[in-house]
């Protein structure tokens, strides 16, 4: 096994890795509909329907009942070039997919349906894997996931909640860490829709690409730096 050693210098700019979270109906969907470029959305939920009429969105629904097998074949075509067509591709959304996974999961094991513990650590491995390979193909990566309110306890003792991407405890921290930007998406008081990409105590949010700290829908894929 060789090593190679590159300058900092060398390093290209590379494409966006973003994870988009928000309650249900908050329009995570609807903002793929306004990314630059051609974009692919692998649907898991089912809500595609908001993106009716975009000429520059084509949609790739993942079975359901079958996910894992489902995913696999998905990877197979972008691999073998079906990749090239596309600026961007969208997982809407991670949170479904990490229930339908576990689903699958339940219904071949042997516990009434209900995953075994050990499904959940195939689960944690095979879902990171996923993210690490819609990387490996230098096209901005969209994540959609749902959001929950975790209860924190600072080391001072303080106790508080704040919002972040429904995912199983264990896996969130591993996927935000794959991912340049963590928006939350949000709903100003005048009713325009927007992302939040600077963290606060009370909403996990970052943004390694560049400076904004907030964004609006159609910005969401800002220039590298």
């Not at 927007?194 to 159609?218: E, H, M, P, S």
């Amino acid at each position: 096994m060789s090593v190679t050693v590159k300058n900092a210098t060398e390093i290209i700019k590379l494409k966006n890795t973003v994870l988009v979270y928000a309650k249900p109906g908050a329009g995570k969907t609807t903002s793929l509909g306004m990314l630059p470029g051609k974009t692919l959305v692998l649907d898991v939920d089912r809500t595609t329907g908001v993106l009716k009429g975009k000429k520059n969105i084509d949609i790739i629904e993942v079975d359901n009942l079958k996910p894992l097998e489902s995913m696999s074949e998905i990877i197979k075509e972008l691999k073998k070039g079906l990749i090239d067509r596309y600026d961007n591709v969208a997982l809407d959304n991670l949170s479904e997919l990490e229930r339908c996974i576990l689903a699958e999961y339940g219904a071949n094991g042997k516990n009434d349906g209900v995953p075994a513990i050990g499904d959940y650590q195939k689960y944690q491995f095979k879902i990171a894997n996923l993210v690490r390979i819609l990387k490996g193909f230098n096209k901005n990566i969209v994540l959609t996931a749902w959001e929950v309110l975790e209860a924190v306890t600072s080391p001072t003792g303080e106790q508080y909640t704040r919002f972040i991407p429904k995912l199983q405890n264990k896996i969130v921290d591993n996927i935000c860490g794959l991912c340049d930007v963590v928006a939350h998406l949000e709903i100003t008081a005048e009713g325009e829709r927007g992302f939040r990409l600077d963290g606060t105590k009370n909403v996990y949010a970052k943004n390694q690409r560049d400076n904004r700290k907030k964004c609006k829908i159609n910005e969401l894929i800002g220039e590298n730096k």
